[in-house]
């Protein structure tokens, strides 16, 4: 499995208000055993990636 996370300059907007947080997480499964994992991470990824992302706009 592999996880990339391109970084976003805090300065530039994505999309919608200036100062907008935005994370893209992406990821290749290779096998069962990978898509399995990922099925099993997924739900805390989600929590600490949204936290993450309400703390940053806090600063």
Known sequence: MTTTI???PPT?????RRGDRVAATIV???????RAYLAAIT?????VVR???VEAGRH
Do not use: D
């Open 43 to 47: 739900p805390g990824h989600v929590l």
């Open 12 to 16: 530039e907007p994505a999309f919608g």
């Open 6 to 8: 391109p970084p976003l």
């Open 28 to 34: 290749r499964c290779h096998n069962l055993l990978g």
């Open 51 to 53: 936290s993450t992302l």
